[in-house]
């Protein structure tokens, strides 16, 4: 079993930025995916950002060229900053793990049905 707990959400104007943080219980040994995954009530999940243990990372088109993925695996943390916020960036951001090959598959593109943990949240307002 993994643990995975979020922060740094919270409101912010467009073209502000936020971080946030996914403190994990993942073995920095091991091979995984992390990902985060966004979601807007009454709208499927959307994947944002995965990162294998590889450091191979990929992004949604719609925020790729703002959001930066990364790990920190000395302290076993996982990141997402996010740059020029957007109105239609306002979402629950969960931070997920699952399989080595959940970050090659593309379904996490999808909501991420590969991922096998997830954490509780955090909320981003952008207005």
């Known amino acids: 079993h993994v643990q995975l707990v979020e922060s740094g959400g919270g409101s912010v104007q467009t073209g502000g930025s936020l971080r946030l943080s996914c403190a994990t219980s993942?073995?920095?040994?091991?091979?995984?995916?992390l990902g985060w995954i966004r979601q807007v009530p009454g709208k499927e999940r959307e994947g944002v950002a995965v990162?294998?243990?590889?450091?191979?990372?990929y992004y949604a088109n719609s925020v790729k060229g703002r959001f930066t993925i990364s790990q920190d695996k000395v302290n076993s943390t996982l990141s997402l900053q996010m740059n020029s916020l957007k109105p239609e960036d306002a979402a629950m951001y969960s931070c997920?793990?699952?399989?080595?090959?959940?970050?090659?598959?593309?379904?996490?593109?999808?909501?991420?049905?590969?991922?096998?943990?997830w954490g509780q949240g955090t909320q981003v307002t952008v207005s």
């Open positions: 997920a793990a699952g399989p080595f090959y959940a970050c090659y598959s593309n379904s996490w593109r999808h909501g991420g049905s590969d991922f096998d943990f």
């Open positions: 993942l073995n920095s040994d091991s091979r995984y995916c």
């Open positions: 990162i294998s243990s590889d450091g191979i990372t």
